[in-house]
């Protein structure tokens, strides 16, 4: 399985995350997820909303276009792209 999916409606990503981290960025590909680095600390859902910002800043989509499917309380999650194509995502996401 890959990190990246691409749907019918948009692309489904695989994502670990780091959170307390120095800096906030992709940190390129861990197995089958992209790991990314946070600053944010994992309680009460914050880690959750930074990914999101992160990945809205990231990627020049609203956040109304991106969704947390699973993973709330596990560094391990999915993400959803509304819209979005594989190649467009992976340009965006793993640029340098």
Same mark, same amino acid.
């Given at each position: 399985?890959?990190?990246?999916?691409?749907?019918?409606?948009?692309?489904?990503?695989?994502?670990?995350?780091?959170? &307390?981290? @120095?800096?906030?960025?992709?940190?390129? $590909? $861990?197995?089958?997820? %992209?790991?990314? &680095? %946070?600053?944010?600390?994992?309680?009460?859902? @914050?880690a959750n909303k930074a990914l999101l910002k992160f990945l809205s800043k990231q990627t020049g989509l609203?956040?109304?276009?991106?969704? %947390? $499917?699973?993973?709330?309380?596990?560094?391990? @999650? &999915?993400?959803?792209?509304?819209?979005?194509?594989?190649?467009?995502?992976? &340009?965006? $996401? %793993?640029?340098?």
């Amino acid at each position: 399985m890959s990190w990246i999916e691409e749907k019918e409606r948009g692309t489904v990503i695989q994502v670990r995350v780091v959170p &307390r981290s @120095k800096a906030e960025r992709v940190d390129g $590909l $861990l197995g089958d997820a %992209l790991k990314i &680095r %946070l600053q944010a600390p994992p309680v009460e859902g @914050k880690a959750n909303k930074a990914l999101l910002k992160f990945l809205s800043k990231q990627t020049g989509l609203s956040g109304s276009r991106i969704e %947390l $499917l699973s993973g709330e309380t596990n560094r391990n @999650k &999915r993400v959803f792209f509304a819209g979005v194509s594989r190649g467009e995502l992976e &340009r965006a $996401l %793993l640029k340098e």
